[in-house]
């Protein structure tokens, strides 16, 4: 991490100097630090992080950006609309957003830091399946630890916001989102091998549509954490047949059929989704690797499938989006995120992206009265800071 370029354009509303705008405008004072992080697009390998499987995101050119400086209590405030400022101290989670921050400082600082002046804005729209949750914890961690004068590296950061978010907040995520949102570079995706942490920098230069489906979701009150939980009970009993499972990803696809004998519904299909999905991910990383975008798109079209049918955390908006791109063109589209609301992303040839997406937005629009905002993304950096007084 190295400080960035304070003078890089944002989206529209310029959340880079939003944020200092917004800090100076509340406190009175210029923040000490201002540090950023990126949202991410998984192109595939939804729900294998806590599973011990292998996923591919990318971080995003989206960011949260966190400005701080050095106060007696906890007090926040967010550019986000209906987001309300915070004044509170670091001890039990509150169940709003001010959470993410807070566990943080908890786990940086512990009983030593007694509060931060705080201020937030973010190019990423909560409950848009982008990991804006991640992005505020990592970019929170960054600033809070420079404000500390603690040097961490990348990968403290993202254990750091990772137990901020898994052990605070209370979801029960795994870490792929806080990697991506600490390693990435521009310009590629990163192939996570959730169970060993190990990584492998895939060139990714092409252009990846994402379309909001308008339904946002909250993971602590999805169905995410009933998923975790299922996906724990049906490693517990397939390791009655296989002992030695470290696992659900490791299960080896030749004994699928027997496994899902074991198991009742719906944990058969928890289960296929998972073992499939991991040979899908590893299968995408090579189409990646020789630059076949058909047979990375046929991957993420098959991963849909298997999100709506096997894991149901799909919903009809995703549905009827990832439907109608491969009617009109699209190489492959599906769910991105943790699923019951969030985007779709389309992986669409450059010479058709107009046509294609202009037709999948009035498709959608003639069917749910409202057009989808669809914006192009593309692989951005990772976490930085900003701005250092």
Known sequence: MSPGDTSRTALPGAASEHVLSLFQHTYGIAPAVIASAPGRVNLIGEHLDYNGGPVLPFAIDRRTWVAVAPGPAFELVTAQPGFQPVRRGAGRAQGDWSDYVVGVARELGGATMSGARIAVASELSPGGGLSSSAALAVASAAALARLEGLPLNADALAELAFRAEHDYVGVRCGRMDQTVAAHATEGTALFLETASRRTVVCPFPHTVWVVPTGVEHTLTTSGYNTRRAECTRALELCRGQWSDLATLAGLDPSTLPDALALLPAPLDRRLRHVVTETARTRDAKAALVRGDLTELGRLLTAGHASLRDDYECSVPEADALVEAAGRYGALGAR??????????????????????????????RERFGRSPGAWRARAGGGVRLDFVA
């Open 335 to 364: 769910l991105t995120g943790a699923g019951w609301g969030g985007s779709v992303i389309m992986l669409v040839p450059e010479e058709e992206e107009s046509n294609v997406v202009g037709r999948v937005v009035a498709d959608f």
